[in-house]
């Protein structure tokens, strides 16, 4: 095969991945349109990029493994290519430090301005672990495989820990707490406290109804405890007053009581 039809070759792969992604993000935003696409068209452009640059990397792949093995043969590529590799993981665990930074500290604007920055370099650092491991499988020799898998590890690192920093912060956002409008709770103190002692008659001095509140009766409608105007009266729900027997001496008798 002569250098044009390889290099005709290469290019016609990623113009094929180009198609395939341009598509999918077309599908993708005609079966997303709607009204929050328009009120959040920012975000959702965003996301549509990020789509489109996956995509693309995926389908890119046996275009650019073409690419790598017909460079197979040409040492200062992969030398070149080499050192490369290590300056952008270098530039992804420099952007991993930016992200997490601003957040463990008080830190002025300039670094929170970087990590926001920090965050986008981190989002492709899936793309290139994934050209660091096809080139690292395909160099010719030792020492560019061994630099090639090892920005792939850092690359796939950073973008796996902040995606457990991200996973995490959202679970946490979307625990349900429990409701507990609507449920009455009756709290008992001093009622508690003196609830199942013997009263003066040999009795329990206290009886509350399970699940009533201090004061109501069943089939009494819930109405505020007030002082009465008329002590002699008695409520519906208060036994009558007993009175202890007394001893009483009667005139007249020095040791016999009366009961």
């Given at each position: 095969?002569?250098?044009?039809?390889?290099?005709?070759?290469?290019?016609?792969?990623?113009?094929?991945?180009?198609?395939?992604?341009?598509?999918?993000?077309?599908?993708?935003?005609?079966?997303?349109?709607?009204?929050?696409?328009?009120?959040?068209?920012?975000?959702?452009?965003?996301?549509?990029?990020?789509?489109?640059?996956?995509?693309?990397?995926?389908?890119?792949?046996?275009?650019?493994?073409?690419?790598?093995?017909?460079?197979?043969?040409?040492?200062?590529?992969?030398?070149?290519?080499?050192?490369?590799?290590?300056?952008?993981?270098?530039?992804?665990?420099?952007?991993?430090?930016?992200?997490?930074?601003?957040?463990?500290?008080?830190?002025?604007?300039?670094?929170?301005?970087?990590?926001?920055?920090?965050?986008?370099?981190?989002?492709?650092?899936?793309?290139?672990?994934?050209?660091?491991?096809?080139?690292?499988?395909?160099?010719?020799?030792?020492?560019?495989?061994?630099?090639?898998?090892a920005a792939t590890v850092a690359e796939a690192a950073?973008?796996?820990?902040?995606?457990?920093?991200?996973?995490?912060?959202?679970?946490?956002?979307?625990?349900?707490?429990?409701?507990?409008?609507?449920?009455?709770?009756?709290?008992?103190?001093?009622?508690?406290?003196?609830?199942?002692?013997?009263?003066?008659?040999?009795?329990?001095?206290?009886?509350?109804?399970?699940?009533?509140?201090?004061?109501?009766?069943?089939g009494r409608p819930r109405t505020a405890l007030a002082?009465?105007?008329?002590?002699?009266?008695?409520?519906?729900?208060?036994?009558?007053?007993?009175?202890?027997?007394?001893?009483?001496?009667?005139?007249?008798?020095?040791?016999?009581?009366?009961?």
């Open positions: 095969m002569r250098p044009l039809a390889r290099v005709g070759l290469v290019l016609g792969g990623y113009v094929v991945a180009f198609v395939v992604a341009s598509a999918l993000v077309s599908v993708y935003v005609a079966a997303t349109s709607g009204p929050d696409r328009q009120a959040y068209s920012g975000m959702y452009g965003f996301g549509d990029d990020v789509l489109f640059l996956a995509v693309f990397g995926i389908a890119a792949v046996p275009a650019s493994g073409a690419a790598l093995f017909l460079l197979k043969l040409y040492r200062a590529f992969w030398l070149a290519l080499s050192i490369a590799a290590l300056g952008i993981a270098a530039t992804g665990l420099a952007a991993l430090i930016g992200y997490v930074a601003p957040r463990t500290a008080d830190a002025p604007s300039l670094l929170h301005t970087w990590s926001g920055l920090a965050a986008l370099r981190i989002l492709v650092a899936p793309l290139f672990a994934l050209g660091f491991l096809l080139s690292g499988l395909l160099a010719p020799n030792r020492s560019s495989r061994f630099a090639l898998l950073v973008f796996a820990y902040v995606a457990f920093v991200w996973s995490a912060h959202w679970g946490l956002t979307d625990i349900q707490r429990p409701d507990l409008t609507g449920r009455p709770i009756w709290l008992y103190c001093s009622q508690n406290a003196i609830r199942g002692r013997p009263g003066p008659s040999g009795g329990e001095g206290l009886q509350i109804s399970a699940g009533l509140p201090p004061g109501r009766s069943p002082a009465r105007a008329d002590p002699s009266k008695q409520e519906p729900d208060q036994t009558s007053p007993r009175l202890a027997p007394a001893a009483v001496s009667p005139p007249g008798r020095g040791s016999e009581g009366v009961l």
